[in-house]
């Protein structure tokens, strides 16, 4: 049996943050939309880090997003969010994302993926991907 990857992923950005009392919902437990927060957050972070302007006439926009929800978050803790990419096309990315808890690293908490397409915002239309995202 082949174990290749169906994807090729390359480490980009690793993001520590607090899991907040508010993340939590009546079931005690970090509610699932609060994920696709902590997964927003270390993507901007990451866009960030490479210097880019994530606030001009050009930017990020998802078309699609999912997450597997492996485990439960409650209050308090910390998480680490890992970034990776993968497949670039002319104007978008691949990103791939897993959470653990930094208590117990070695257990995955969530996966997820995002495609990410770059917008000229005036236009309405995606436009080529900056270099710093390649």
């Not at 943050?17 to 939309?33: L, P, S």
């Not at 001009?56 to 990419?85: D, H, M, R």
């Not at 104007?91 to 930094?102: A, F, K, L, Q, V």
Request: glycine letters at 8%.
């Amino acid at each position: 049996m082949d174990n290749t990857p169906l994807v090729e992923k390359k480490l980009v950005h690793r993001s520590r943050m607090a899991i907040r009392w508010g993340d939590m919902d009546a079931f005690g437990h970090v509610n699932n939309t609060v994920y696709f927060r902590y997964i927003e957050q270390a993507r901007i972070e990451w866009m960030e880090s490479l210097g880019g302007n994530l606030a001009g006439e050009q930017g990020p926009v998802l078309v699609n997003a999912q997450c597997t929800f492996l485990s439960q978050l409650t209050y308090p803790g910390e998480i680490e969010v890992t970034c990776y990419t993968g497949v670039s096309g002319r104007s978008s990315i691949e990103t791939m994302y897993e959470i653990r808890r930094t208590d117990t690293p070695d257990m995955l908490v969530a996966e997820g993926t995002a495609k990410v397409v770059w917008i000229d915002f005036k236009l309405g239309k995606s436009t080529p991907l900056p270099d710093l995202l390649r």
